[in-house]
């Protein structure tokens, strides 16, 4: 969202961050109401503990999703640095298509194992296992949909962007901040 504004191509880019941010502060608040209610109140809510195990597998597949879309999933890239770029490419777009073979893969599993589910429900809060678990295909789908789409990128990219993720904390925007700041200081103005 630049200016306020809402960015449908943003959000939609985004969508699995964003989801396993509020899975996140629901596993928080819920964590922290639980331990709240154990130790001042004597009482332990079972089904918090419940609701909270779903919200943390569903922030785990969510977040698997959301790594791949900024590369910033598990890989190794040591053998990469050291090959030429036509080779990296090629590795690179070969992993991918291991990745989502098996993500496809892991997926088709899982319907079986959805579908064998039926109609049984959790314990405390009587949800359908079978809606607990579908989350578990539906973001490998979402996984190999942003695994297309930086195979894609990788097509296209040069030798010095080849593969590379932004850093998660820029230091040297930090550290050019941080100088203007202290400039400004230097020269009196004020902050």
Known sequence: ??????????FLNNFE????????????????????SRYALQHSFTWMEELGTIMFVWM????VSG???YRKHLRIDFVLDMVPFKVKRFLLIFSNIIFGAFNVYICIVM??????LGSSVTTMLRMP???????????????VFRIVQDT??????????????KPSLDLEACER????????LEKGESV
Do not use: D
């Not at 785990?60 to 977040?63: S, V």
């Not at 296992?129 to 996984?143: E, G, M, N, Q, R």
């Not at 894609?152 to 993720?165: F, Q, V």
């Open 17 to 36: 961050v964003y989801t396993a941010t509020i899975c996140f502060f629901i596993l928080t608040i819920l964590l922290t109401l639980q331990v709240i």
């Open 152 to 165: 894609m990128k990788l097509t296209r990219e040069n030798a010095a962007e080849l593969g590379a993720s």
């Open 67 to 69: 790594a791949v879309t």
């Open 1 to 10: 969202m630049k200016e306020g504004k809402f960015n449908l191509k943003t």
């Open 129 to 143: 296992k079978a809606v607990v678990y579908s989350i578990i295909p539906v973001s490998l789908i979402l996984t």
């Open 60 to 63: 785990i597949y969510f977040g």
């Open 111 to 116: 319907v079986n194992v959805i579908q064998l």
């Open 177 to 184: 901040e941080y100088q203007q700041f202290a400039a400004g």
